[in-house]
């Protein structure tokens, strides 16, 4: 196996990660992984590693953040956790 292209540890249990515009990456770990591959939240800047919120064509890591950064207000909301209406 390659080297991880983050950390460029040679480790006997890496693993290829291959994208929709067909990159392939290389790495040693999920943490590594996450730092190279994960999008960004556009307004707390943390990487989104769970499903997080797409809201025309941004992503942002929660409803909060896409609330607070979009004009469209209580229209986005987090189904996981929410109470009915």
Known sequence: MAACEVCGNDY??????????????????????????????????????????????????CAHCARTSMTKGMEIRDAVGAQPV
Do not use: N
Not at 33 to 41: D, G, K, N, S, W
């Open 12 to 61: 006997w249990g890496g693993f290829e990660v291959r994208t929709q515009s067909g990159d392939t990456h290389v790495f040693d770990s999920i943490e590594c992984a996450a730092q190279r591959i994960a999008p960004v939240c556009e307004h707390c800047s943390c990487r989104i590693l769970g499903h997080g919120v797409e809201v025309d064509g941004r992503f942002f890591c």
